[in-house]
């Protein structure tokens, strides 16, 4: 057979593509050695350290409202965010690496780049085998994903001591054990990238069992946080001075007859002003039409 201008047999032929296959194979890790140590560690580890030191600014921020606007409860309580590595299923040396990631890497020795490649190598190897039809750049961005090496928690101070916030608690305590994990989605809704994205949060029956102090101070957290909610409650009506603006739909019914009458009012910071409803009959024929311009 002819192969790279000469002629061979197959015997010969078979220990020539193999060399050229090694030899080629060779070539291929240098280069990506090399975009490893270019790129990888480079620019995208210098994104890494931004991203993770930028979300534990936002958590320790979120702390220092919750601190600074949140009286305790009766018992003493305070409630406090943790952003920490994951314990479960987490990748070997991520505690140690993201130690690391939270240096800049210039301050970093030899030994820490090392650790750091080998590190990011391995998680695109692993992206790669798991999912191996997915696309280079698909492939990619799984590996790199910051957000899930990482989880929240939530810890109570209680009488000088941290300790985890599921222990036993009144209902107003419980309910606000459940509520204030909320914040942290502010934290995943800055790292869109697109600064007008909604940053909804969906409450049904808001703070129940919660008295009016904290009900204003969660509804003020989520506000400060810039958070867009849709809530339903059977008495909130959300109108505290923490609040800067509310649009509120009071629902009402009578048993025995099939409607729902929708009063609209708005809350603007200072006062809950009722609003004129939308009349909701189709235009008539005789009702006067809006000028329309010439085409």
Not at 213 to 237: N, P
């Amino acid at each position: 057979m002819l192969f790279q201008g000469r002629e061979w047999d197959l015997p010969d032929l078979v220990d020539a593509l193999r060399h050229d296959i090694e030899d080629q194979a060779r070539l291929l890790s240098a280069r990506e050695r090399e975009i490893l140590e270019n790129h990888l560690l480079n620019e995208v580890a210098s994104a890494l350290h931004e991203l993770i030191t930028s979300r534990q600014e936002e958590i320790g921020a979120m702390n220092a409202e919750l601190q600074a606007r949140a009286r305790p409860t009766s018992t003493g309580m305070h409630l406090r965010l943790r952003w920490k590595p994951i314990r479960k299923n987490a990748p070997d040396g991520l505690a140690g690496i993201r130690d690391k990631l939270l240096q800049s890497v210039d301050a970093w020795s030899a030994a820490d780049r090392a650790a750091v490649g080998a590190f990011l190598h391995e998680q695109i190897n692993r992206e790669r085998a798991d999912n191996p039809a997915a696309g280079w750049t698909e492939q990619v961005t799984r590996a790199l994903e910051y957000r899930i090496w990482h989880e929240f928690t939530i810890r109570r101070l209680q009488d000088g001591q941290c300790l985890p916030a599921t222990g036993p608690g009144s209902g107003g305590e419980r309910v606000l054990v459940v509520s204030v994990p909320l914040f942290a989605a502010s934290s995943y809704y800055n790292s869109a990238g697109n600064p007008h994205a909604p940053r909804l949060i969906a409450l049904d029956e808001a703070f129940a069992g919660v008295d009016d102090g904290a009900r204003a101070l969660c509804l003020g957290l989520l506000a400060t946080f810039d958070m867009d909610v849709v809530m339903t409650s059977e008495r909130e009506w959300g109108c505290y001075p923490q609040v800067p603006g509310l649009s509120i739909c009071q629902l009402s019914r009578h048993d025995g007859i099939d409607a729902v009458l929708v009063t609209p009012w708005r809350w603007d910071g200072r006062e809950r002003r009722r609003i004129p409803r939308p009349d909701p009959r189709p235009p008539s024929p005789t009702d006067p039409q809006p000028d329309r311009p010439l085409t």
